[in-house]
């Protein structure tokens, strides 16, 4: 993100900067040109010949330096523009040595100021200030400098012929030194201002999708940008849904267990009176005793089966697959449900299979969550003398997808047509059941539905009201495709 | 030499702390009880019970972490523990068990009378 900005600028800066140049040696040019033709002699700016080739080399280079610039930005590399512009203020600084050892530094130190002006925008704050401070020490061995550089050039070009400032330390000096570090320093806060408004554009650009200073060159850049700005977004958002999700999986756990506390503690106190702990009580007392009870108990299945939905819903219902038998499951739910059929007159039966079942990939817990909730069904709503019948078919294991059918049969009050379609939402109770058991949450079957999903099977049923009714559930005997996500 | 056992009731909730601590008497037990994780540790140590029954969501320092430190405690080790939480998450369960209780019973999902069947159990 940040460095394809950087890229830009950089490019940017690098395209200026070239720019820049011609503009200062036309400049020269043209004070050079003026001076001779003026014939000015106390000008500050009076160049020697050797110093229109030297200006004239640096034009030439500049126009390489120009188209350059031109290839390298379809080249797209972060690593050639950072190259370029180190190149880029190298020449400058050989120019103004060159330029400095010609004209005197009277007049070169200036052009010294522009190579450290741009180091402040190509490079961090401190590249501009210690740049100054080198050549400051340099203005201060000037004629050091000065001389060697002399015979370097004298050695290079014949007809060079140039002055020496023969004195070691001028007091003179000390003012270039100063305006030269101070230009180190403003380059290097230009540059800090330069780079905030770089991040300033980025972050809006971020904001807005758009580019305010689009140089219609980079598209791909800005379509980059865009997408990771939308990225960006989505991950922000997402994690807020994290948090919330989050948030409300606490608060629902939190409330629930804190539910819990005071409805064992009314759950207790109804059970010691029931059981005259606390003294007798009278018939009329009993009944309404019941009565609290009975609804004290049907709040905490409640709170129970709310806190199994918030785990389903939130992925939190871990179901683990193991090959099991599921003739045994039936057996033991069977026989655990004997107890209160009986208590209720009702026959209770399973018709074991004769052929040999498989084992079947499921999760056993689960599996005998969804037995008890049919069951307990059952028996809730079939009345006194009534049958209830569950079966085991294999017919379906022959086919592609291996599967068990599960059925659990009634000839209890049934399921009116009308109210079908909605017997597996949550909280719904078809009327009559809510007359023949008003201590049902609706939950029940809702948890059932979720767990047969997840083994990837099916579960429906068939009713007629007054008949009875016949539930079905199929699991795949092998490892299930999970047709919906938890 | 008192031939009855003693119970410790670790609770803070008052209404069930008294209940069960009434009902455990009925029983014929003798009862210490503690509102939190500090003083359920100094009380532990001064009565030495022969079973801890302990509330896991408490003021204070956690039932996890008093559990912890039952066991750790070389005096108090062997004292069978039932976690008697309203807490019923699987991953709670297995935390309390790992810790080395020796039962977990969700409060809501049990009657005093079950309770006073597993404290008689665990307390053999």
Known sequence: MIDSQSYRTKLAANDSLITARFFYLGALLIMIFSSYLLAAQSSVLTVPATGLYLISFFLGLNIFFFLSVKWLSGKKSFTAVNVFSYVQIAADFIFASLFTVLSGLNAGFLVFLLPIFFAGMFWPSYAPITLSILFSAAVALYSTFNEILGTVLVLLIPSFNIEFNSAFFDPSNAIIIIIILLSGFLSAYLGKIAKERDTLISVCQYKLGGDPHDHKREIDDKSKRIIQAKEFEVERANERLSTLEKAKADFVSVTTHQLRTPLAGIKWTFEMLLKGQVGESNPNQREILEKGYASTERMIRMVNEILSIEKIENERFEVVFIYSDMVKLIENAVIEFQAPAIGKGLRLSFARPETNIPLVMMDADKVRMVLDNLIENAIKYTKIGGDINISLDSRRLNSARPAVEVTVKDNGIGISEKFQDDIFTKFYRGPNARKAEPGGTGLGLFISKTIIEAHGGTIWFESEENTGTVFHFSLPVHHPERGENL | MESKK???????????????????????????????????????????????????????????????????????????????????????????????????????????????????????
Do not use: H, W
């Not at chain 2, 956690?62 to 976690?83: M, Q, R, S, T």
């Open chain 2, 6 to 124: 003693k119970i410790l009731i670790v609770e803070d909730d008052e209404f069930l702390r008294s209940l069960t601590a009434k009902r455990l008497e009925k029983e014929g037990y003798g009862v210490a009880v503690a509102v939190d994780g500090e003083s359920a540790l100094v009380t532990a140590m001064d009565e030495k019970p022969d079973l801890i029954l302990l509330d896991l969501l408490l003021p204070g320092l956690d039932g996890f972490e008093v559990l912890g430190k039952f066991k750790a405690n070389a005096n108090l080790k062997k004292v069978p523990v039932i976690v008697f939480s309203n807490l019923g998450q699987k991953e709670d369960i297995e935390k309390a068990k790992l810790l080395g209780a020796d039962q977990y019973l969700i409060k809501a999902n049990f009657t005093l009378d079950d309770v006073m069947a597993k404290v008689s159990e665990a307390i053999k």
